[in-house]
């Protein structure tokens, strides 16, 4: 039977040579691979400062900390996102306060963010879902109006803009993931990218135990004695997963074109037999991170295309209905009736540099014929 994955990944040779010369240096953690790619990532992006860390979770978690969100804040936030956005608001210690989506694109509904702002109000994590960006234009003029923080969430987007503006650009920090399915990935791993230099520098020290130097320049050049100065994290990564990122970040556009030229096939295909699909918004250029259809027979195309060898994910079904946040938070189905409907319905279907033309058309065939027959059509 044909397989076809969800994901491959697009590590090659040049990568592993990379890691391979590493692995014969002396020092395998932090002796400048990585700050070679926080470099090059912050040129990529057009922003001031990269600080690489072990996972977007611990990116959103380290923003929070250094902009002082904490105890009895609450932050506003998507319940159609990974778990991970609004746990890193719980990991801080504030409360998440979801507010309802779009149901075209599934970001937040900037139209419905200010009715959810309370005196307890201290930020917004917009979340750029498969790579389509929020109306950041819309959400930076309500956060100057309130005095709020915004914490990108670019888990999804990396390489995407929308009316001239890029990830990074109008928040106070973006957090980005290179965990294993992401547009680039070494495994695990995450960054924030900011502006602020002086965010910046809580954020170096935040991500390896609040130490005022790091292992670096500890151990490879002449000593210095070093201090901890405020209680950090152990959420650096090595050498070894940097060294995975730098020649994928010089391809990162090559790959994202051959994606966007296989997404635009589903699309002529999908229009032409009437299936929805999430489209990325006017003015937008999206990362191509998921190729998301919706149907009402969500769970029966499911089955379909698993009998058929196809891998599929489902992104997401909603934050607040998970057993942790309804026992815990008081969460119930009807919160947020758009993100429950578009969660009801979503399926994300393989999208990635390697899939070939000839097994999208046999995803298409089989979306397609199995809805028609769902339909009695
Ligand atoms: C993957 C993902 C995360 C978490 O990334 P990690 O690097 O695994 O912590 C956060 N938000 C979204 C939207 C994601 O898809």
New binding site residues.
Partial sequence: MRKIEFFKHNIDQEDIARVVDVLQSVFLTNAGVTKEFEQKFSEYLGIKNTIVV???????HLSLLALGIGEGDEVITTPM??V??SN?ILHAGAKPVFVDIEEDTGNIDANLIEAAITPRTKAIIP?H?YGSMCDMKKIKEIADRHRLKIIE?C??CIEGERDGIRPGQLSDAA?F???A??NITSG???AISCNGDALAEKLYKLRLHGINKDAASRYTSTYKHWDMEVLGWKYNISDIQSALLIGQLEKIEDRLAKREELARFYEVEFDKNAIIYVKTPIGAKSAR?LFVIKTDKRDEVIAELQKSGVAIAV?YLPIHLNSFYKQNMGFREGDYPVAEKFGSQCVSLPLYPKLDLESISYICKTVSSTIRELHGV
């Fill in positions: 072990n996972s977007c979770t611990a990116a959103l996102s990974f991970a956005t890193s979340v879902l969430d888990a999804h957090c993931s290179f965990y399915t992401k695990e791993g995450g991170h992104n």
